[in-house]
C-alpha cells in the first residue's frame, strides 16, 4: 500500500483506509485480514479496527468466510463517479471522432467485467454502437483486453477463468494460454485489438489509460472495411494522444 508521509495534509486513517480498500479491489473485491496485512505492511489490531469502521458505514461487508468484501455503499460512489468520468471523456472522444471517423468508447474495470461509461458515435449510417452502462466481457473486445493487460498476468487469467470466455463468434478467444498470449502482444505494441471476436465484421482497437483514476481504456470501433490494417498505426496514434489528453483531464 502506498504512503506519503511527507504530505502535510493528510489524514493517516483516511490513507490507510482507501489505501484497503483499494487492496480489496485489486483481490478481486474481498480478501482475508491476514492478506491484507501482509499486502499493507500496517500491524493487524490497527486493520482491524480500520475494517471494522467500514463494516459498521456500509463500505464494508464481512462474510461467512470471515474474510471481507467491498460493500454496498461503495456502488453509488462508484456509479457517480464513472458518470462524472464519462462525461469529462466526451469532449475527447469526440474529437476522436472527428479525426478518425469512427465510433469511440471508454471503458472501465467493473468486477470481472468491463463497463462502457461513455461513448461518441461516428456520423456514419453504418457505426457502432454501445449503450453506456452495458458491461462486456474481457476476453473478446478491445477495451476489455486494455484493460486485462494493465495487470499481471495472474490476475488477468484469475479474472477470466472466473468470469468464464464464451465465444461471441468464430473468432473469440476461448483458451486462457492463447489469451495470455494475446495479452503478451498487446504489452508489448501499447494496443490491443478485437478483430471480429465480440462482433462479426467488426474491428476494434483500444488502448490503455495510463494514470487514471481506475482501470480504463479508450477504443475506436468500426467495420473492418474501415478499419483496415493498413489504418491500424493511425488510428493507435489517435487513440494514445486522447489517452495523454484524458490524464489531463482526470489530474
Given at each position: ?65 470471515r474474510s471481507y468484501a467491498l460493500g454496498p455503499r461503495l456502488i453509488g460512489l462508484g456509479e457517480s463517479a464513472s458518470r462524472k468520468l ?166
Amino acid at each position: 500500500m502506498s504512503r506519503d508521509p511527507g504530505s502535510p495534509n493528510r489524514v493517516q486513517a483516511l490513507h490507510r483506509a482507501f489505501g484497503l480498500l483499494e487492496l480489496m479491489a485489486d483481490g478481486g473485491g474481498e480478501m482475508p485480514l491476514s492478506q491484507l496485512a501482509a499486502r499493507s505492511g500496517l500491524p493487524l489490531p490497527t486493520i482491524y479496527r480500520i475494517i471494522r469502521t467500514l463494516v459498521d458505514s456500509g463500505y464494508v461487508r464481512q462474510l461467512p468466510s470471515r474474510s471481507y468484501a467491498l460493500g454496498p455503499r461503495l456502488i453509488g460512489l462508484g456509479e457517480s463517479a464513472s458518470r462524472k468520468l464519462g462525461t469529462w471523456a466526451r469532449p475527447v472522444l469526440a474529437d476522436l471522432v472527428e479525426t478518425v471517423g469512427e465510433t469511440a468508447n471508454m471503458a472501465m474495470l467493473d468486477g470481472d467485467m468491463a463497463v462502457y461509461v461513455a461513448q461518441v458515435p461516428s456520423r456514419h449510417s453504418m457505426r457502432m454502437f454501445t449503450e453506456v452502462g452495458r458491461r462486456v466481457f474481457l476476453h473478446d473486445t478491445g477495451v476489455g483486453k486494455a484493460l486485462l493487460a494493465q495487470l499481471p498476468p495472474e490476475t488477468a487469467r484469475e479474472i477470466v477463468l472466473r468470469a468464464g470466455m464464451p465465444a461471441a463468434t468464430t473468432r473469440s478467444i476461448t483458451d486462457p494460454d492463447v489469451l495470455e498470449k494475446e495479452l503478451d502482444r498487446t504489452r508489448s505494441r501499447g494496443y490491443a485489438i478485437d478483430d471480429a471476436e465480440q462482433e462479426t465484421g467488426v474491428r476494434c482497437l483500444a488502448v490503455p489509460v495510463v494514470g487514471a483514476p481506475t482501470l480504463t481504456a479508450i477504443s475506436v470501433s468500426g467495420p473492418e472495411g474501415r478499419i483496415t490494417s493498413a489504418s491500424i498505426p493511425g488510428v493507435v496514434t489517435h487513440l494514445q494522444a486522447a489517452a495523454v489528453r484524458l490524464i489531463q483531464e482526470f489530474a
